[in-house]
């Protein structure tokens, strides 16, 4: 049955590949928010609408990117909430059984509020490799937040690049038969361009609950550069490197204002 649903899958895939030439065409930076994985033994998955490296060793990925535009936050398509494994990860993934009774929400990566617009992002926004397992207050309270806080970014700057991380270097505990490690924190980093300049922030959130009047952005807030050297990736490196330092040091918070 595995091996059928892999087929269909595929070809679900292979068929859209055109469709976004054409539906979701993209600029130069195109590929700006994708992390460097030269050095990394993982897989890369390029689905759609979002980019991911997965770790066999933790059934999750290491990182998930993508662009998100104004545009694409329109409301096309209710949420689906059909989590499929994902058959472009040919190790496997993780599936339901992981997740039940383990006290653990299944926390989106990208999120499915900025898939809404598109039928395809929505369906790929399921996929267990851009699912991580979060602690159910903090998926629905900071880190919801933090969501809509891309998303007033995108509304702001037209566009905004994004890189979501979740943190290995202290896992709670392992759930279900296939070992699903539960990250202690997740990072999520942030690229804007103003004119001619690129802005960048990025932020730590422990996988645990928080007040709701958290301060997000005076609280949690870091320098990209702080992210890479915890995650030992390279988020951003298709960032010019004349100007690359200078973004990735600097925490702009006024981005937000």
């Not at 700006?32 to 890369?44: H, I």
């Not at 933790?58 to 409301?75: F, G, H, P, T």
């Not at 290995?168 to 490690?181: K, M, P, S």
Request: charged letters at 30%.
């Amino acid at each position: 049955m595995k091996k059928i649903l892999l087929l269909l899958s595929l070809v679900f895939i292979i068929s859209c590949a055109d469709d976004k030439k054409t539906e979701n065409t993209k600029t130069d930076e195109t590929f700006l928010e994708n992390p460097s994985f030269m050095m990394n033994e993982d897989v890369v998955v390029y689905h759609k609408h979002y980019q991911l490296s997965y770790l066999e060793e933790y059934e999750q990925s290491q990182w998930v990117a993508y662009e998100l535009r104004d545009v694409e936050l329109e409301k096309n398509f209710d949420r689906t909430d059909n989590f499929l494994e994902d058959y472009m990860v040919l190790t496997g993934t993780a599936e339901d059984d992981d997740y039940k009774g383990s006290g653990y929400d299944r926390g989106h990566l990208m999120p499915a509020a900025v898939c809404t617009w598109d039928s395809i992002a929505m369906y790929e926004s399921f996929y267990y490799s851009n699912v991580s397992p979060q602690n159910a207050s903090f998926n629905r309270g900071v880190w919801s937040r933090l969501e809509d806080m891309e998303r007033d970014l995108a509304v702001k700057y037209g566009k905004v690049w994004v890189v979501i991380t979740p943190l290995f270097d202290n896992i709670i505990e392992y759930i279900g038969e296939n070992q699903v490690a539960v990250p202690g924190a997740f990072g999520r980093a942030f690229i804007v361009r103003e004119g001619e300049t690129y802005k960048g922030i990025a932020f730590i959130l422990n996988n645990e609950k928080y007040d709701s009047d958290f301060d997000i952005i005076n609280n949690a807030s870091i320098t990209i550069d702080s992210l890479e050297t915890r995650t030992g990736l390279d988020l951003f490196f298709h960032l010019n490197d004349v100007v690359e330092p200078d973004i990735e040091k600097t925490i702009s918070k006024e981005i937000f204002e």
